[in-house]
Nanobody
Framework: QVQLVESGGGLVQAGGSLRLSCAASGRTFSSYSMGWFRQAPGKEREFTAIISPYGGNTYYTDSVKGRFTISRDNAKNTVYLQMNSLKPEDTAVYYC?????????????????WGQGTQVTVSS
């Protein structure tokens, strides 16, 4: 079992930055690739970023490439999402999730564990 708890969300002006954290419980954290999804009001939850178990591979959805950076610290059982140059369209609830099969990272139903989400609001 892996339990995930996100933190770091909040209200920020356009152009600003936030760093989200996702703390995981359990001793198998380094067995999982970790992803971030986001869900804006009235929209489906969408893939945002993924990092492989030891950080060697990352991938981002096109809309955040060059602005967001995903990283992880396996010693702390934590994954991060550094978000820079934020835009109003980045406003959403952000979820972290754990997946065993990295290759399935785009398939929401393939993720094994989810956090409760943290709200990010970007004002214009």
């Amino acid at each position: 079992q892996v339990q995930l708890v996100e933190s770091g969300g909040g209200l920020v002006q356009a152009g600003g930055s936030l760093r989200l954290s996702c703390a995981a419980s359990g001793r198998t954290f380094s067995s999982y690739s970790m992803g971030w999804f986001r869900q804006a009001p009235g929209k489906e939850r969408e893939f945002t970023a993924i990092i492989s178990p030891y950080g060697g591979n990352t991938y981002y959805t096109d809309s955040v490439k060059g602005r967001f950076t995903i990283s992880r610290d396996n010693a702390k059982n934590t994954v991060y999402l550094q978000m820079n140059s934020l835009k109003p369209e980045d406003t959403a609830v952000y979820y972290c999730a754990a997946i065993y099969r990295y290759s399935a990272y785009r398939i929401r139903d393939e993720y094994d564990y989810w956090g409760q989400g943290t709200q990010v609001t970007v004002s214009s």
